[in-house]
């Protein structure tokens, strides 16, 4: 019974170093390069920051990217949430709003793009979500005037 038990254990604890993410940095091995903070050129990441590849969903690079990128580092929350009030603004984003707390979220506005970060506290450091997105208006493709309210419907009985 002991046997059967132990495979499975084994089977599992192999798997977790494939949990850790993807450092931000490029990889040094022959395989395919591990995303790079360089695909990034117009947010900071921190040195120490590891994509979670699952989580992360990106499309193009420099500073025409889109998308969700997805990491965590051994930092806190609230030096990441610090790293990003101080430094959105070098890379030409505006802030529009923020809010510290347990989940921490600023939005910032650069040009016809709009960012959201989100940031947490984890058992390991912290977790920081940016969804970067076009704005909507004039030439974005989507309209952005508001929905026409309905009027409520009434009570059917």
Known sequence: ????????????????????????????????????SSQFSDIPIPANANMNVDQSLLIGHGDNWIGRLVYTSRGSAGEIYDLYESEMPAFGWKEISSVRGSISVQNWQRGDRFATVQIRETTLGEETIVTVAPA???????????AKSTPPRPPTH
């Open 136 to 146: 909507r208006g004039p030439g974005s493709g989507v309209d952005s005037a508001p």
């Open 1 to 36: 019974m002991k046997r059967f038990f132990i495979a499975p254990v084994l089977l599992v604890l192999a798997t977790l170093p494939g949990c850790g993410g993807s450092p931000l940095a490029p990889s040094s091995t022959g395989s395919a390069p591990a995303p790079s």
